[in-house]
T-cell receptor
Framework: AQSVTQLDSQVPVFEEAPVELRCNYSSSVSVYLFWYVQYPNQGLQLLLKYLSGSTLVKGINGFEAEFNKSQTSFHLRKPSVHISDTAEYFCAVSDRNGANNLFFGTGTRLTVIP | GAGVSQSPSNKVTEKGKDVELRCDPISGHTALYWYRQSLGQGLEFLIYFQGNSAPDKSGLPSDRFSAERTGGSVSTLTIQRTQQEDSAVYLC?????????????FGQGTRLTVV
């Protein structure tokens, strides 16, 4: 079975500063990895995903994440955050061999301070 | 519709009552998921439907919870004899590709409050 750990429940950061949201996973099989974002009073939407190929994945709104197999991590980064990036961010993992489920972490609340 | 639709958006019920939550997935999406989002708990997987295959019910927390999907489209999550700990936001998602190589689209959720 897969599991996802998001160590930081809350991350405050000043506007225009860089940010990294950490995600570690555990799995006995190869996985797909995802980051979803939930803006206030909105549903979850996909930010980016890693399926195969390049370990650096670029998503919407200037976010990117890097898959590190040896460290079983998929940290999310943005070089300069905006107020509008304030949201809850969820890391998720899926077994690429057919379990077809999506396991989520507990989420990280990013608050951008003006 | 254009997205995943869930109804009702809010539901307040008395402890011990049964509730039904509805999910209309995106047309053509064969995979459908139910999750529960509790404060500080992240998203907890409940159940997964894929086409005509037997659903993966491994996430259902108790036998008070059940779900069905009729005609490969609309799904209903039923909670019998609701308890206060059932209070949460129940999210539904659908995906075109059962292997999740494509995006899973989420509905806005149903906020359930058991009083």
């Amino acid at each position: 079975a897969q599991s996802v750990t998001q160590l930081d429940s809350q991350v405050p950061v000043f506007e225009e500063a860089p940010v990294e949201l950490r995600c570690n996973y555990s799995s006995s099989v190869s996985v797909y990895l995802f980051w979803y974002v939930q803006y206030p009073n909105q549903g979850l939407q996909l930010l980016l995903k890693y399926l195969s190929g390049s370990t650096l994945v670029k998503g919407i709104n200037g976010f990117e994440a890097e898959f590190n197999k040896s460290q079983t991590s998929f940290h999310l980064r943005k070089p300069s955050v905006h107020i509008s990036d304030t949201a809850e961010y969820f890391c998720a993992v899926s077994d690429r061999n057919g379990a077809n489920n999506l396991f989520f972490g507990t989420g990280t609340r990013l608050t951008v301070i003006p | 519709g254009a997205g995943v639709s869930q109804s009702p958006s809010n539901k307040v019920t008395e402890k011990g009552k049964d509730v039904e939550l509805r999910c209309d997935p995106i047309s053509g999406h064969t995979a459908l998921y139910w999750y529960r989002q509790s404060l500080g708990q992240g998203l907890e997987f409940l159940i997964y439907f894929q086409g005509n295959s037997a659903p993966d019910k491994s996430g259902l927390p108790s036998d008070r919870f059940s779900a069905e999907r009729t005609g490969g489209s609309v799904s209903t999550l039923t909670i019998q004899r609701t308890q206060q700990e059932d209070s949460a936001v129940y999210l539904c998602a659908s995906s075109l590709d059962p292997g999740l190589r494509t995006e899973a689209f989420f509905g806005q959720g149903t906020r359930l409050t058991v009083v």
